[in-house]
């Protein structure tokens, strides 16, 4: 072992060198990773200005169709009214 | 990293944050550098594994909001992985050792089993002295090291000025001289 002998700044660098050499992650696990990744980003949360503008798009859509509902239901009442006064008027 | 690279980089950033493809380029240009620092400081491939997904799926989170302010995209990946290593060493409260057989050794071409066995021995002793430094000196021996960065492209990522990289590479060589000085002597009494 070479700690008997004297230790110095450029020995501990060459043993560093050796040492700290790179590793390769698995192919698996990088490939396999970015599969995750890639669904992660398919299931992101919406941007805040897209469910603005989901939530006016649906907010429209149900006033047009309450507005023809409301228009079709005085539409009958109006037919219904008709259909009264015509019968009483037939009456007396 | 030239500016070229540079200016592509920050272009891949600016589009990773809508853009799947660019993201997966960023992906691959960093994951290898990642995961050599999370495997360097936590020493075990299953954690810098898991480390290293979150870091990638932190980033994926937060790209939009990435601004540039003049350092590199690989200094905020490694500020991801310093901090999920900090919550990592926290969380264990102990300092893991390298599986000796896992770890990679590159020795002088000699089959003399002796030989061998004394780099081993020498190689795990060292990687124990440098798992003992501080995190900030760990990061810097990695980023030298096994990432070969000159000072000033590790003083862009630390945050720090290439002078101060220079002044704390000395004290970590000082450090882990004592430190490996200490653990032979505590060997030799025990």
Same mark, same amino acid.
């Given at each position: 072992?070479?700690?008997?002998?004297?230790?110095?700044?450029?020995?501990? &660098?060459?043993?560093?060198?050796?040492?700290?050499?790179?590793?390769?992650?698995?192919?698996?696990?990088?490939?396999?990773?970015?599969?995750?990744?890639?669904?992660?980003?398919?299931?992101?949360?919406?941007?805040?200005?897209?469910?603005?503008?989901?939530?006016?798009?649906?907010?429209?859509?149900?006033?047009?169709?309450?507005?023809?509902?409301?228009?079709?239901?005085?539409?009958?009442?109006?037919?219904?009214?008709?259909? &009264?006064?015509?019968?009483?008027?037939?009456?007396? | 990293?030239?500016?070229?690279?540079?200016?592509?980089?920050?272009?891949?950033?600016?589009?990773?944050?809508?853009?799947?493809?660019?993201?997966?380029?960023?992906?691959?240009?960093?994951?290898?550098?990642?995961?050599?620092?999370?495997?360097?400081?936590?020493?075990?491939?299953?954690?810098?594994?898991?480390?290293?997904?979150?870091?990638?799926?932190?980033?994926?989170?937060?790209?939009?909001?990435?601004?540039?302010?003049?350092?590199?995209?690989?200094?905020?990946?490694?500020?991801?992985?310093?901090?999920?290593?900090?919550?990592?060493?926290?969380?264990?409260?102990?300092?893991?050792?390298?599986?000796?057989?896992?770890?990679?050794?590159?020795?002088?071409?000699?089959?003399?089993?002796?030989?061998?066995?004394?780099?081993?021995?020498?190689?795990?002793?060292?990687?124990?002295?440098?798992?003992?430094?501080?995190?900030?000196?760990?990061?810097?021996?990695?980023?030298?090291?096994?990432?070969?960065?000159?000072?000033?492209?590790?003083?862009?990522?630390?945050?720090?000025?290439?002078?101060?990289?220079?002044?704390?590479?000395?004290?970590?060589?000082?450090?882990?001289?004592?430190?490996?000085?200490?653990?032979?002597?505590?060997?030799?009494?025990?």
């Amino acid at each position: 072992m070479e700690l008997g002998k004297k230790l110095n700044a450029r020995k501990i &660098e060459s043993w560093l060198e050796r040492s700290l050499v790179p590793v390769e992650p698995s192919p698996g696990f990088v490939s396999e990773l970015r599969g995750r990744l890639v669904v992660l980003r398919g299931s992101r949360m919406p941007s805040p200005w897209m469910v603005v503008l989901a939530l006016s798009a649906l907010l429209i859509i149900i006033v047009t169709w309450f507005g023809l509902g409301l228009r079709l239901v005085l539409a009958l009442l109006g037919l219904i009214g008709l259909v &009264e006064r015509r019968r009483r008027s037939t009456e007396t | 990293m030239t500016i070229a690279r540079d200016g592509d980089e920050m272009e891949l950033v600016r589009r990773a944050g809508q853009d799947s493809e660019a993201f997966g380029e960023l992906y691959s240009r960093h994951v290898g550098r990642i995961y050599n620092y999370i495997y360097y400081r936590t020493g075990d491939y299953q954690d810098a594994e898991d480390l290293t997904a979150r870091v990638f799926q932190r980033a994926l989170h937060h790209v939009g909001s990435f601004q540039d302010q003049g350092v590199p995209f690989s200094a905020w990946l490694y500020r991801i992985a310093h901090n999920l290593v900090a919550n990592w060493h926290r969380d264990r409260s102990r300092r893991p050792i390298v599986p000796l057989e896992d770890q990679a050794i590159e020795t002088r071409a000699s089959s003399h089993p002796e030989v061998l066995a004394l780099a081993e021995e020498q190689n795990r002793l060292l990687l124990e002295a440098v798992r003992l430094l501080p995190g900030d000196r760990q990061q810097l021996l990695i980023l030298k090291f096994v990432e070969r960065q000159s000072n000033a492209e590790i003083g862009e990522i630390m945050g720090r000025t290439e002078g101060a990289i220079k002044s704390l590479y000395h004290r970590t060589l000082n450090a882990l001289r004592d430190q490996i000085k200490d653990s032979g002597e505590v060997r030799r009494k025990g």
